[in-house]
T-cell receptor
Framework: AQSVAQPEDQVNVAEGNPLTVKCTYS??????LFWYVQYPNRGLQFLLK??????LVKGSYGFEAEFNKSQTSFHLKKPSALVSDSALYFCAVRDTISSGSARQLTFGSGTQLTVLP | DTGVSQDPRHKITKRGQNVTFRCDPI?????LYWYRQTLGQGPEFLTY????????KSRLLSDRFSAERPKGSFSTLEIQRTEQGDSAMYLCASSLGEYQPQHFGDGTRLSIL
């Protein structure tokens, strides 16, 4: 079975400072990994994905994520945080070798990012 | 790109009533997904369509839940005999291919009185 852990419910960072939102995963095969952002009363917006290739993935709005196979991690990063980045962030994983409904995305419980002015 | 559209945005109903939600995916997307999200949690997969075929259903989808996508375009999710535990945000997403990102609608928030 596949699973995702976001160990921090809440991350606070000052505007202009770098931010990191942590994600670790567990799959049987190779992972497909995604980051989404959710603003209040809205659906999820896609930020970036890792399927294969370069371990550093660049996405929307200046976000990037680093895939680390040995640590089974896919942390989201941004060099300089903006107040407008404040939102709920979700990591999601899909296992390449699962079958049936297990092939669908499994989401973490989310990390609330607050960027302080 | 008009995005994924869901209707209604909010639904308040009494326990035991039936409710139906609609999802209009991005027009060229052949894959459509339904998720349920409760407060403080990530979305949980409910069911998936490829064109008009419902290919996968989660164990979360009890027999009170039914979903259709009759012409491979819009989809409906019906909940019969609603229960308090059905209160949640119901999200619809669509994608162009199996490994393409899913694009989400803004959801339907269901409240059971």
């Amino acid at each position: 079975a596949q699973s995702v852990a976001q160990p921090e419910d809440q991350v606070n960072v000052a505007e202009g400072n770098p931010l990191t939102v942590k994600c670790t995963y567990s799959v049987s095969g190779n992972p497909y990994l995604f980051w989404y952002v959710q603003y209040p009363n809205r659906g999820l917006q896609f930020l970036l994905k890792y399927i294969t290739g370069d371990n550093l993935v660049k996405g929307s709005y200046g976000f990037e994520a680093e895939f680390n196979k040995s640590q089974t991690s896919f942390h989201l990063k941004k060099p300089s945080a903006l107040v407008s980045d404040s939102a709920l962030y979700f990591c999601a994983v899909r296992d390449t070798i699962s079958s049936g409904s297990a092939r669908q995305l499994t989401f973490g419980s989310g990390t609330q990012l607050t960027v302080l002015p | 790109d008009t995005g994924v559209s869901q209707d209604p945005r909010h639904k308040i109903t009494k326990r035991g009533q039936n409710v139906t939600f609609r999802c209009d995916p991005i027009s060229e997307h052949n894959r459509l997904y339904w998720y349920r999200q409760t407060l403080g949690q990530g979305p949980e997969f409910l069911t998936y369509f490829q064109n008009e075929a419902q290919l996968e259903k989660s164990r979360l989808l009890s027999d009170r839940f039914s979903a259709e996508r009759p012409k491979g375009s819009f989809s409906t999710l019906e909940i019969q005999r609603t229960e308090q535990g059905d209160s949640a945000m119901y999200l619809c997403a669509s994608s162009l291919g199996e490994y393409q990102p899913q694009h989400f609608g803004d959801g339907t928030r269901l409240s059971i009185l």
